[in-house]
């Protein structure tokens, strides 16, 4: 099972997931992947350092795509 997923502080999380196995939701994610990008969106596989690879196209063996905005505010972190 894969999923698309945008995290939204004030809204909550949006995530859409697809079955690799079902024609059908692989076509209905594939169409919300390429509507996103778009609209602007970057997308993004998480990738366990808090990184991200960005990912240009869609493919459904992969389980977890995140979106952001083109224009991302992210404030300094502090601290050592």
């Keep these: 099972m894969g999923v698309i997923a945008e995290l939204r502080a004030s809204e909550g999380d ?3 997931s697809w079955d690799p196995n079902d024609p059908d939701s692989v076509k209905n994610a594939e169409q919300m992947f390429n509507d996103l990008k778009k609209q602007g969106y ?4 998480p990738d366990g350092d808090g990184r991200g690879k960005e990912v240009k196209k869609f493919d459904p063996s992969i389980k977890e795509i995140l979106y952001a905005e083109k224009i991302v505010a992210v404030p300094r972190s502090r601290g050592g």
């Design 14 to 16: 949006f995530k859409h």
């Design 42 to 45: 970057l997308m993004f596989l």
